[in-house]
């Protein structure tokens, strides 16, 4: 299951995290339990649920379903003489064993507990048919057309994670509970209903105008991954090497459904290869259902994913990224998470970890090393951003509410890190070996995270309990700091490196780990690999020359902050000549921290050279952003024309930096007449446009609410855009475009601008703007609610906790539980201190763009006068620094000795 390809997203994140304890501490880490949160065990199993036969009949006007469940089990001990399943908000009518005979049951808030008669044996299985009908809140789902929404299709659909799947029909819900499973479903003639395994049977009933699909799922799995999605659907049909690969979708489709998903016969067939177990169900269909509440679901041979992935051929070069990797990812899930499950949602990353860690490997297999580290760097910074802005926590963690709640940044990339870590650490052939090992012993097994060590351990005779004890059950990375010196007389270099972080039992450790470190010298680039076990090292090595540039960690293969800066000549060296494209991009971030002349037109170079990779320009582009000099805003100018978009994309958001009517007015050339070809350029530059808070930005903002744009991202940009400008006009458009009946990312990204806007309007139109998104914290659409929790967070009122209070009482969606309580939480707690720092930061940010001004006008004014005179004394000192033996470095401060 996946959140990430949310429906504005075009691209894997972009960004950047640096800092440590301190830092974290400062932006306010809280622990992961919330008030009331307990240690979950898993639970007691008295049977063991063998096959489920499910039989739906539905009434779509009236979301109700009629259901039979037929459930065969066998005691796992003598004298059982109750069996109690699931059952949440379901009218049982009756339960027979198999024979017909009748047995007594009672219904409690959330199980059916049928008297079985006598005790039972293990010997025997038993039977048990209940008849029923429901119309569930949770679980299964029907999308009808409405006012608001007249061409919504008419779609039934379910999703069992992690624990709704009892909402219709009684089962023993709990994912180390696996079973083979059947589903018979009576839909509309003309739909087509999906479900788990191979289709057994396929009738239709022209008297009553319905049609009966039998699916069949052979081989076990539990109850959360059983599916069913039904409509009239477009069906698109592949292969891959014998396995038959669908995707449904909306009427007319086809062609989107190819762009959405149609590297999935590869998928399937390099996963395969490279686990060394062949894919292992029926069929692998992927079905785009409108409204869904998740970005994808993996259920077994039958995936669910949200129809925002489906695109036009103009968002393809801004969104094929994004639909690929929650296409591997969902499909690797069926040998993680389908084929393998863990036993207990505390253990949820050996599913999630695995699944995220894939669609990067995918990534390597298609674009390459240099992206594939890419990609592993996005998902570190992912991750860093939680660690330090909300929680610290273990990767096995049984203390929550209910499970969604660790579905997090530490269970997916966190996780996907770690095992990266492990497959350097093992090297590939051992690590290849150990994931075959792990999935061809437990396959159709639940298993816990011992299983996966032990597993490593049979298959490369590696002992990894060092390695599973400091990243797996603690929390936390290393936060190293580190420096260099060089020896020319004895040609050595010397690198110092420091572990800043402080070990506790719970979460953090000194960290052992290899890590590579590289030099560039007159013969090339050059890697050793240390072995870090204490707080603080020292590192020496002999070298031929002394090195250009000097790269701790050069790949990116070791989670970490690092702190480190060697200076400006070696920054720039390395943005050119570093093998690693991560590397290049990590000295691209050094040098927008500098913010030097020499720094700004070395980042300016690299944007601006066609022949340098788009992530590692769209990354160059960010650091100048930062930089906030007129020289960097003037490099992000020169290049707006860019190609490819995703480069642009980058320019446009970083301009959003400047405020100034130079950058607004380059922004505004994104939106003018049609626009740029891209819609989420065009996005990128509404939303930065909002931030430069110029005058003119109101008129242009307005103008583009309405164009035409994939899932309507130009608009939402445009909204979020009006929502930076803190121009208060915009509260009544922003209120308007957040009703219902508004496409959802539009509403979305009102609300989200209504939270931000707010705070700069007049206490009449805070009031307005905080009981507008009181209603909408329980509005019909689940991100609409999560936003609006966010927005109200972000208005810093207290009187707003009584509301989210309510709503997390309340609630039936996990998410907006956590999410509620989360954000009563930092209102009780006054996380920040109102408009007093608000205005501070405000001013702090304008003095440290108008001191950047001043510098660069300084740094002018002295090249004119003094240029010549300033290159005789450098090209003196560097004969007088070459005969003395010394290395040398540049800094903002000048040079000096190292």
Same mark, same amino acid.
């Given at each position: 299951?996946?959140?990430?390809?949310?429906?504005?997203?075009?691209?894997?994140?972009?960004?950047?995290?640096?800092?440590?304890?301190?830092?974290?501490?400062?932006?306010?880490?809280?622990?992961?339990?919330?008030?009331?949160?307990?240690?979950?065990?898993?639970?007691?199993?008295?049977?063991?649920?063998?096959?489920?036969?499910?039989?739906?009949?539905?009434?779509?006007?009236?979301?109700?379903?009629?259901?039979?469940?037929?459930?065969?089990?066998?005691?796992?001990?003598?004298?059982?003489?109750?069996?109690?399943?699931?059952?949440?908000?379901?009218?049982?009518?009756?339960?027979?064993?198999?024979?017909?005979?009748?047995?007594?049951?009672?219904?409690?808030?959330?199980?059916?507990?049928?008297?079985?008669?006598?005790?039972?044996?293990?010997?025997?299985?038993?039977?048990?048919?209940?008849?029923?009908?429901?119309?569930?809140?949770?679980?299964?789902?029907?999308?009808?057309p409405d006012e608001g929404y007249p061409n919504r299709p008419t779609q039934i659909w379910t999703q069992g994670q992690a624990e709704d799947s009892a909402y219709y029909f009684p089962v023993f819900d709990f994912p180390g509970e696996k079973f083979t499973s059947e589903v018979i479903a009576h839909v509309p003639q003309g739909w087509t209903a999906v479900s788990n395994g191979r289709l057994e049977s396929r009738s239709e009933n022209r008297r009553r105008r319905r049609a009966t699909w039998h699916w069949k799922q052979e081989r076990p799995h539990p109850a959360y991954l059983i599916t069913l999605t039904a409509s009239e659907f477009e069906v698109v049909e592949h292969d891959a090497d014998g396995v038959p690969v669908q995707y449904c979708g909306p009427k007319g489709s086809t062609a989107d459904l190819e762009r959405a998903f149609g590297r999935t016969p590869e998928m399937v067939r390099y996963f395969a290869e490279k686990i060394g177990v062949p894919y292992p169900w029926a069929k692998y269909v992927t079905v785009a259902i409108h409204d869904f509440i998740f970005g994808g679901m993996e259920n077994t041979s039958a995936t669910t994913m949200t129809d925002t992935l489906l695109h036009d051929e103009r968002a393809h070069q801004d969104y094929a990224e994004a639909a690929d990797s929650i296409t591997s990812h969902e499909l690797a899930h069926q040998w993680f998470g389908d084929l393998l499950t863990c036993r207990e949602w505390s253990h949820g990353w050996l599913n999630e970890s695995f699944a995220t860690y894939f669609d990067a490997l995918f990534v390597e297999h298609q674009h390459g090393w240099d992206r594939f580290r890419y990609d592993v760097q996005q998902k570190t910074q992912?991750?860093?951003?939680?660690?330090?802005?909300?929680?610290?926590?273990?990767?096995?963690?049984?203390?929550?509410?209910?499970?969604?709640?660790?579905?997090?940044?530490?269970?997916?990339?966190?996780?996907?890190?770690?095992?990266?870590?492990?497959?350097?650490?093992?090297?590939?052939?051992?690590?290849?070996?150990?994931?075959?090992?792990?999935?061809?012993?437990?396959?159709?097994?639940?298993?816990?995270?011992?299983?996966?060590?032990?597993?490593?351990?049979?298959a490369t005779g590696r002992n990894m309990d060092w390695f599973f004890q400091q990243w797996v059950w603690k929390g936390g990375h290393p936060e190293f700091k580190a420096s260099y010196q060089w020896d020319g007389a004895n040609r050595l270099a010397t690198v110092q490196l420091k572990q800043g972080?402080?070990?506790?039992?719970?979460?953090?450790?000194?960290?052992?780990?290899?890590?590579?470190?590289?030099?560039?010298?007159?013969?090339?680039?050059?890697?050793?690999?240390?072995?870090?076990?204490?707080?603080?090292?020292?590192?020496?090595?002999?070298?031929?020359?002394?090195?250009?540039?000097?790269?701790?960690?050069?790949?990116?293969?070791?989670?970490?902050?690092?702190?480190?800066?060697?200076?400006?000549?070696?920054?720039?060296?390395?943005?050119?000549?570093?093998?690693?494209?991560?590397?290049?991009?990590?000295?691209?971030?050094?040098?927008?921290?500098?913010?030097?002349?020499? @720094?700004?037109?070395?980042? #300016?170079?690299?944007?601006?050279?066609?022949?340098? +990779?788009?992530?590692? *320009?769209? %990354? /160059? =582009?960010?650091?100048?952003?930062?930089?906030?000099?007129?020289?960097?805003?003037?490099?992000?100018?020169?290049?707006? @024309?860019?190609?490819?978009? #995703?480069?642009?994309?980058?320019?446009?958001?970083? +301009?959003?930096?400047? *405020?100034? %009517? /130079? =950058?607004?007015?380059?922004?505004?050339?994104?939106?003018?007449?049609?626009?740029?070809?891209?819609?989420?350029?065009?996005a990128a530059a509404a939303t930065a446009l909002g931030k430069t808070l110029r005058p003119s930005a109101y008129r242009a903002l307005t103008r583009v609410i309405g164009r035409p744009s994939h899932n309507e991202v130009i608009t939402a940009g445009a909204l979020a855009g009006l929502g930076s400008l803190r121009d208060a006009r915009a509260i009544d458009l922003l209120l308007e475009q957040a009703d219902w009946g508004k496409h959802p990312n539009i509403r979305r990204a009102a609300v989200a601008a209504l939270g931000e806007l707010a705070p700069h309007a007049d206490e009449a139109a805070r009031l307005r703007v905080r009981e507008r998104l009181e209603q909408l914290i329980d509005d019909p659409a689940l991100r609409v609610q999560l936003t609006a929790i966010h927005a109200l967070e972000s208005m810093k009122q207290p009187a707003a906790v009584g509301a989210l209070n309510g709503l997390a009482g309340r609630a039936l969606d996990g998410r907006v539980r956590r999410t509620a309580r989360t954000a009563a939480r930092t209102l009780s707690e006054g996380a920040d201190k109102g408009e007093e720092v608000k205005s501070l930061r405000d001013e702090l940010e304008q003095l440290q763009q108008e001191n950047q001004r001043l510098k660069d006008r300084l740094t002018n004014i002295e090249t004119r006068l003094d240029g010549s005179k300033a290159a005789t004394r450098a090209s003196n000192g560097a004969t007088a620094r070459r005969a003395a033996g010394t290395p040398r470095t540049t800094t903002r401060a000048g040079r000096k000795r190292t």
């Open positions: 299951m996946t959140e990430r390809a949310g429906a504005t997203g075009a691209s894997r994140g972009e960004g950047e995290h640096c800092g440590g304890q301190e830092s974290a501490a400062a932006n306010g880490r809280r622990d992961f339990a919330l008030p009331g949160d307990r240690p979950v065990w898993g639970r007691d199993r008295p049977m063991r649920i063998e096959h489920l036969k499910l039989e739906f009949d539905f009434d779509i006007d009236r979301r109700q379903v009629r259901g039979i469940a037929t459930t065969t089990f066998r005691p796992r001990q003598e004298g059982l003489r109750e069996a109690v399943f699931d059952a949440i908000e379901l009218d049982v009518e009756s339960v027979t064993d198999g024979g017909g005979r009748e047995l007594p049951f009672k219904v409690g808030d959330r199980e059916l507990c049928i008297d079985l008669g006598r005790a039972r044996s293990p010997r025997r299985s038993i039977t048990t048919v209940v008849r029923y009908h429901c119309r569930p809140r949770r679980g299964l789902y029907f999308n009808l992912q991750y860093l951003a939680e660690d330090s802005e909300a929680y610290r926590r273990p990767m096995v963690l049984n203390v929550y509410s209910e499970p969604i709640d660790i579905f997090d940044r530490h269970l997916y990339e966190r996780g996907s890190v770690i095992l990266d870590m492990l497959r350097t650490n093992l090297g590939d052939d051992l690590w290849w070996r150990a994931i075959n090992r792990y999935v061809a012993k437990h396959q159709e097994q639940d298993v816990l995270t011992h299983d996966f060590q032990r597993a490593i351990e049979e972080q402080k070990p506790d039992d719970q979460l953090t450790s000194i960290y052992r780990t290899p890590m590579e470190i590289g030099f560039q010298t007159q013969r090339g680039f050059q890697r050793f690999t240390v072995q870090v076990t204490d707080a603080e090292h020292s590192f020496v090595f002999p070298l031929d020359s002394e090195p250009e540039f000097v790269s701790i960690d050069p790949a990116g293969r070791v989670l970490k902050t690092l702190e480190f800066k060697p200076g400006e000549a070696q920054l720039k060296k390395r943005l050119t000549d570093d093998p690693e494209a991560v590397g290049r991009i990590e000295a691209a971030k050094g040098l927008g921290k500098l913010a030097s002349p020499g @720094a700004i037109e070395a980042l #300016r170079a690299a944007l601006l050279d066609e022949g340098t +990779l788009d992530y590692v *320009r769209a %990354e /160059v =582009a960010t650091a100048l952003g930062k930089a906030k000099s007129e020289a960097a805003r003037d490099a992000l100018v020169a290049g707006v @024309a860019a190609k490819p978009s #995703r480069v642009r994309r980058a320019i446009a958001a970083a +301009l959003g930096n400047f *405020r100034d %009517e /130079v =950058a607004a007015k380059a922004l505004a050339g994104f939106l003018q007449g049609r626009g740029d070809p891209s819609y989420y350029a065009q």
